[in-house]
């Protein structure tokens, strides 16, 4: 009888991981619930007119569903030219950037120089200091460089990011060092290894950072008002700008635009959703 009592499993291990397990998918559900709720919001209200939108209280579903926004948004808005100037913004962007955080990253990760800390420290600086301050000086290099109302002017200061080099940097240091050895072993010069062995082991942080300047670069505004005083060669989110009035907005032509404007984005992350989310968990950034 004594050990029997003894071997018996206490009972408080059989509730504890159900009860875990519960609340953690009741809190799951509820942040996917706040999350969804406002991009279903938006999709209804595409299809309401401006009456309907303007209710008190308002109405959840529209009395009859029309595409009217849709043809309003293409006929007010040149969509096709801003669509490839954000296209190719977007890509020499992207391009631009992942190759120079890349190189810099492995610089200050693998090779060793003197003062290399105390420029990073420089770079990590950067980021507590918004980047509203440096629009005069870079405006004054487009400027100088004649290249104002020009799809590159768009592109250019995005190519250098103290945030991209700290991910890759950070991404390069959690590579063990014995493959860098063997490729100089083998002998691979610097570039060699960087191209043909450090690189390739990286692609879920480059992944992540295609993703994060993608983002930033299509919904940029205030940068292309700047470069563009002429109005050409605007991207996207200028002309979704455009559609808010002084005194008073057409919100199913605006969100209609913005569902549009958005389905590029969301083809790309679907695209990279697995790299993205392996290089964020590498990166140290998670919490």
Same mark, same amino acid.
């Given at each position: 009888?004594a050990?029997?009592?003894? /071997?018996?499993?206490? /009972?408080?291990? /059989?509730?504890?991981?159900p009860t875990?397990? %519960?609340?953690?998918?009741v809190?799951l559900?509820?942040?996917s619930?706040?999350?969804?709720v406002?991009?279903? %919001?938006?999709i209804?209200?595409?299809?309401?007119? $401006?009456?309907e939108?303007?209710?008190?209280?308002p109405?959840?579903l529209p009395?009859e569903?029309?595409?009217?926004?849709?043809e309003?948004f293409f006929?007010?808005?040149?969509? %096709?030219s801003m669509?490839?100037v954000?296209?190719?913004a977007?890509?020499?962007r992207?391009? =631009?950037q992942?190759?120079?955080?890349?190189?810099?990253?492995?610089?200050?990760a693998?090779?060793?120089?003197r003062?290399? @800390?105390?420029?990073?420290?420089?770079f990590?600086?950067?980021?507590? !200091?918004?980047?509203?301050?440096? &629009?005069? =000086?870079q405006? =004054?290099?487009i400027?100088d460089? @004649?290249?104002?109302?020009?799809?590159?002017?768009?592109?250019?200061?995005?190519l250098f990011?103290?945030f991209?080099t700290?991910l890759? /940097?950070q991404?390069?240091?959690?590579?063990?060092?014995d493959y860098?050895e063997?490729?100089?072993?083998?002998?691979?010069?610097?570039f060699q290894?960087f %191209?043909?062995?450090?690189?390739?082991?990286?692609r879920p942080? &480059?992944?992540?950072?295609?993703?994060?300047?993608?983002?930033?670069?299509?919904?940029?505004?205030?940068?292309?008002l700047i470069?563009?005083?002429s109005?050409?060669?605007?991207?996207?989110p200028?002309?979704?700008?455009?559609?808010?009035?002084?005194f008073?907005t057409?919100?199913? $032509?605006?969100?209609a @635009?913005?569902l549009?404007?958005?389905?590029?984005?969301?083809? !790309?992350?679907?695209?990279l959703?697995?790299?993205?989310f392996?290089?964020?968990?590498n990166? @140290?950034?998670?919490g």
């Amino acid at each position: 009888m004594a050990e029997s009592a003894v /071997r018996r499993p206490p /009972r408080s291990r /059989r509730r504890e991981k159900p009860t875990s397990t %519960w609340l953690i998918h009741v809190v799951l559900i509820i942040a996917s619930v706040v999350m969804v709720v406002p991009f279903v %919001w938006q999709i209804l209200t595409v299809f309401k007119t $401006t009456t309907e939108v303007s209710k008190v209280p308002p109405t959840v579903l529209p009395a009859e569903f029309s595409l009217h926004s849709f043809e309003t948004f293409f006929s007010t808005v040149p969509f %096709w030219s801003m669509f490839a100037v954000s296209t190719g913004a977007l890509v020499l962007r992207v391009a =631009g950037q992942v190759a120079v955080a890349a190189l810099a990253g492995y610089a200050f990760a693998r090779i060793p120089f003197r003062g290399s @800390g105390a420029l990073f420290g420089l770079f990590v600086a950067m980021l507590m !200091v918004p980047s509203q301050l440096f &629009l005069i =000086g870079q405006y =004054g290099l487009i400027r100088d460089l @004649g290249l104002l109302d020009t799809l590159p002017a768009l592109a250019i200061p995005g190519l250098f990011s103290a945030f991209g080099t700290f991910l890759m /940097r950070q991404a390069f240091l959690n590579m063990p060092k014995d493959y860098e050895e063997a490729a100089r072993l083998d002998g691979a010069n610097p570039f060699q290894v960087f %191209w043909h062995v450090m690189l390739p082991m990286a692609r879920p942080m &480059l992944a992540a950072l295609t993703v994060l300047t993608g983002l930033y670069s299509w919904n940029d505004l205030l940068w292309p008002l700047i470069v563009s005083p002429s109005g050409e060669n605007r991207p996207l989110p200028v002309g979704l700008a455009g559609l808010q009035g002084q005194f008073g907005t057409d919100y199913p $032509t605006l969100m209609a @635009g913005a569902l549009v404007c958005s389905i590029p984005l969301v083809i !790309v992350f679907l695209l990279l959703q697995r790299q993205f989310f392996a290089g964020i968990a590498n990166s @140290g950034l998670k919490g």
